[in-house]
């Protein structure tokens, strides 16, 4: 970790006052699982709601994308007025909305109260996501940060992925909508070593500079990666289902990939200022677009299992990397909002598109080799902005 002479402007040194470097980072972690069960797990949600009351793919096309909407709307916020709040009540706030969404979003199968629902978590989600990338702007290596974060969530969710679905299948689907209320309350609880304090003024106004050319071609790069890649995220679980795979196996095969990405984020943590990024950058990105293309036209339960591993692995490498490359365009944390604002954005429309051309064609093989493209445009537009190393040693 580079000393205070090093930091990246906008960047609060260890022992300035703030929680020491080691708390900063499992509060992080906590945060960023808390921003990420969504994304996660409703997947689950929809499966068992689809289950549970015969809706249709179009009508949970929607209700994720409500969520992540509301996430990406969020997220613009915290860029343009978050730097005024201190990251901890950010995220304590946030915790206290999607605590409450999710408890009264398990009260039975009424549509226009979950599409509600969704929209406060998705809201609740994005305030957590821009808290957790302000407080990493604040370390002397905001991507080191981010991929450490992702490593601590994904060994939890590794565990969660595997008794979710437990949960619905003994005690239905209120239990499920339960217990991720119960998890985003403790994780919330984790945030509170994130930072107390709002950034300087001056740091504030940075907030309103327009973006740079190479600021809107990174966003452009994380809307094509995120909104094909993710598009058949809502519907895995579906996928899955679609080839005879129950969703307790399913849940397995999900936390094996869980797993994965754990400890890839915690190699990536550790190789990250040590090799080259576009090496990094391209080779998560190249796995991505072919793991998604496999995931959606794979018929035998291994192949399906492998691509779902990859896919995993490969898009926490990839994510991270492209934050990397907004934190070198924009340190104090703004462009890197924004690009995870973008990332929702474009995933709210591939999800209602992805339920759409399901119910048409009554198959997601399409959506895959969408996501590939995307990948592929992504790494197009990244690549000449990925130098050798990052700005921080």
């Not at 969704?118 to 990338?133: K, S």
């Not at 899955?240 to 943590?269: C, D, K, R, V, Y």
């Amino acid at each position: 970790m580079a000393g205070s002479a090093d930091a990246a402007p906008g960047t609060v040194a260890a022992g300035s006052g703030g929680p020491r470097p080691a708390l900063s980072l499992a509060a992080i972690g906590a945060g960023t699982a808390a921003a990420h069960i969504g994304n996660n797990f409703t997947t689950f949600l929809v499966g068992g709601l689809i289950d549970a009351y015969g809706f249709t793919a179009g009508a949970m096309g929607l209700f994720a994308m409500l969520e992540t909407l509301a996430y990406g709307a969020a997220m613009l916020g915290v860029a343009r007025w978050g730097s005024r709040l201190a990251p901890r009540w950010l995220a304590l706030g946030s915790t206290v909305l999607v605590v409450a969404a999710q408890a009264l979003s398990g009260l039975g199968g009424v549509l226009p109260l979950l599409l509600a629902g969704r929209l406060a978590t998705g809201f609740g989600f994005g305030v957590m996501n821009g808290a957790v990338n302000l407080a990493a702007g604040r370390t002397a290596h905001p991507a080191r940060a981010i991929s450490v974060g992702i490593a601590c969530q994904t060994v939890l969710f590794a565990l969660v992925n595997i008794v979710l679905p437990q949960v619905a299948a003994r005690h239905g689907l209120m239990a499920m909508f339960g217990a991720l209320a119960g998890l985003s309350l403790l994780l919330g609880l984790g945030t509170l070593a994130l930072p107390a304090t709002a950034l300087p003024k001056l740091a504030g106004a940075r907030a309103q500079r327009p973006i740079s050319p190479a600021g809107w071609r990174l966003l452009l790069a994380m809307g094509l990666f995120a909104g094909g890649s993710l598009s058949i995220w809502p519907f895995m679980e579906r996928a899955a289902h679609a080839i005879g795979l129950p969703a307790t196996t399913f849940g397995w095969f999900q936390s094996l990939a869980t797993i994965t990405s754990a400890l890839g984020n915690a190699a990536l943590a550790v190789v990250i200022t040590r090799l080259p990024r576009r090496a990094l950058l391209g080779g998560g990105l190249i796995a991505c677009a072919l793991s998604c293309a496999l995931l959606t036209t794979a018929g035998i339960a291994w192949v399906f299992a492998v691509a779902l591993v990859v896919f995993n692995a490969s898009w926490f490498i990839a994510y991270p990397m492209l934050l990397g490359l907004a934190y070198d365009q924009e340190p104090d944390g703004r462009l890197a909002v924004m690009m995870t604002a973008t990332w929702l954005l474009a995933q709210s429309v591939g999800a209602l598109g992805a339920g759409l051309m399901a119910d048409a064609t009554g198959s997601f093989a399409g959506v895959g080799l969408v996501g590939f493209a995307g990948c592929a445009l992504a790494l197009g537009l990244a690549m000449p902005l990925a130098r050798a190393r990052p700005h921080c040693p």
